[in-house]
Each structure stands twice: as structure tokens, then as C-alpha cells.
């Protein structure tokens, strides 16, 4: 099973997915922006971008950059094979905890079931080629939820301290994850046997996520002369581009004159840093701004990007073949109808295993219902959601080897 998901995830890679990479690519265009903050750690030492005509400190998290240009400096010319295979195994260690955390709640089959649709999921195998955080955040939020399960038993301090860990390491690949512990840790805690306990164990796991996203937060303090960027900067832009006037729920950052909109500074005596630190500030007002003058527009675009973040097949143009389209509808579509059988079956075993796997879709559903929704965004959540349906998939094959043996009984 473990060749079968390394075998798909390098072969479509280099194949096709890798290719998408293209500084010119409409639809993939953070790539270029990842693979050049890569190149400039790699071969300068410093966490930068250049965007346009100004050199930009903390555009993106640091911990997905890092992993780029370590494949850059131990491979040099070779780097993009290099990267790319180790996304091929980050996708593999991912389908392997999907396994564990199925198995060790719903039994050996189950688990078996969950590693294959994980293997074989079209949308995993895809991103697998592409120089964006999915495939390094997807194995980070199985890895949290996974040790977040351990969390519960014996020596659960030590397992909440790794929640932490990895908590820290998710938050240092997409910023969202910094409101983890105000959403996802609730639920744990609450749907619990020990509430008290494991609001000990939730405050352990915040305090090392704190630590581990500390280095990042004092960094961007001296770069950026004492102010706080505990994320990124790109918070405002993200933002504002999901909660506009021209907002829809989706992508809209190509309809907006960033640097003509009359909030966004513009002072060309500024330097680099505090432009950066400005226009983010800016942008992130002027979004809140925009959300309190209009909260029934906000809350209007709520379907829209829910709808954008679920849809069962892509919106972009270049991805609507009928090859796109059918490969899409033929996998995501049962899986989320047998995931939604499967989240019936587990109704009486809500607190014990039915929450734990619906808190980290809840977490990313919530997450793009205030900022843009697209497909890709959904990617997170749907290992749990592929758990959900090998659940289903294991009682109909219960049901059918009870069926056959009282065959064979007669």
C-alpha cells in the first residue's frame, strides 16, 4: 500500500503537477513566490520576496520556504526532483496517519480502507508536484490531530506537549493556525471524559505552540523595528481580498488595484519594511472596516465561499475538461456521500469518535467562511473527511462477509 501511494504521487508529479509551477501560471502563481523565497534563503541566508519593486520580509510563513531550500542546497541543480520527491513522501507519511488514527479507533480494515482512498484521492496525488504548502500543512494537521488522540491517554502531557510541536510547526506553514486554539481545542476539551484534564493538557500544547512560533515572531520584531507580526503580512491581503466591495467569495485579488486603492500607503519615501508592515495594516483595517459597515454583504458571501471551498469539481477554466471534471466527480463525490453515512453511523459515539474527526473539518470550514474559498482549501480537512467514509466502507464489508459465511453455514 506504501509503494502504491509513493508510486501515484511521483508519477502524476513529474508527469504533470510539476509543471504547473510556471512563474507565468494564472492559476498556481504562489509558487513562483514560494520557490523564490527558497532560492533567496538558499543562497543568501535571508527569509525574503521580491514582489514587484520591493523586497518583502515576511510575505509568507517561513517553515514551507525552509523545506524548499533544503532541497535546493542539497540538490542545487536537481532541487525541483528533490522537492518533489519529498512531497511524494510527505503525501505517503500522510496517508500512513490516516491509517493509524482510523485503525486505532475503528480496527484494522477500516484503516486498510482509509490508507487506500487516501492513496489513490486525485486532489492529494495532484498537489503533490506544486511548490504550495498543501502537501507539507495536510501531513502537519494529521500529525496535530493524530497526537491530539494520544492526548488522551497515558502519558498524555508528553503527547500534548507534541500537539504543541506540531500545532507551532501547522501555524508556521499557514498562519490560520494561529486560531486553532480558539475553535478546535474548545471541542476537544468539551467533548472529553476529563474536561478539567484536558483543559490542562490544551494549555500545554498552546504554551509550546507559542514557543515554537516565537523564533519567527522575534525575528519579524527586528526586522520590522519592534512591531508584531506574530503570522505574516499577508494577512491584510487576504483579508481584504475575500471582504470587499467587489467581493465574491473568491479569488479576486486580479480585479484590485492594490496600489491605487486610496487606504494603501503609497509613500515612495518609505522603506521597504515599513511600506510592508503599513499596506498590511491598512488592508487589514479597511477589510474589518468593510465587514462592520456591511455585515449583511459578509454574511451573504458566507455560501459563496463555503460553496467555492466544497465544490465537487475545480473553478478554474483551464481545469474544466471533461478528463478534469469526471476524475473529480468520480472521487470526491462518493467520498463525501460515504463520509456522510459514515458521520450517521457514528451519531451514538458522537464524543468519542465522531468529534474528533469533524473538529478539524469544522476548524477549515469556519477558516473560509471569513476568507476566500477555493477547492484547494478544502484539502486539509479531507483526510478526516476520507476517515468518515472508510468507516462506511468497512460495515458494508462487514455486512458482506457476515452474509457470505452464513452462506457457507447452510
Partial sequence: ???LALVLRMAVAFAYGVHQNASESPTFGDTAEYWGIAANLANTGGMYAVLGDRVCQASRPPLYPIVLAA???????????????????????TCWLVYRIAREKFGERAGRIAFILCAIYPFFIFYTGLFLTETLFCLLYVLLNWLMTKASGRSAPLWAAGCGVALGLCAL???????FPLVALPIWILTGENRLRRLGHALIATLVMAAVVSPWAIRNSEVFHGKTVIGTTRLGHDLYEANNPQADGGIAAERIAWDKAGFV??????SDEQYEFAKNRALRAEAIAWIKENPGRFLALVPQKIWRTWRPIPAFSEFQNWYFVAVSLASYVPVMLLAAAGAWLLRKRARKDLWPLLAPVIFVALAHCVFIGSLRYNLPAMPFVIILAAVSLDRIAAGYLARRARRRAI
Fill in 265 to 270: 500607503p503609497n509613500d515612495a519615501d518609505m
Fill in 71 to 93: 532541497a535546493i542546497n542539497v540538490a542545487k541543480a536537481d532541487a525541483v526532483r528533490v522537492a518533489v520527491i519529498l512531497q511524494a513522501l510527505m503525501g505517503t507519511l
Fill in 173 to 179: 506553514t499557514r498562519s490560520e493556525l494561529l486560531a
Fill in 1 to 3: 500500500m506504501i509503494l
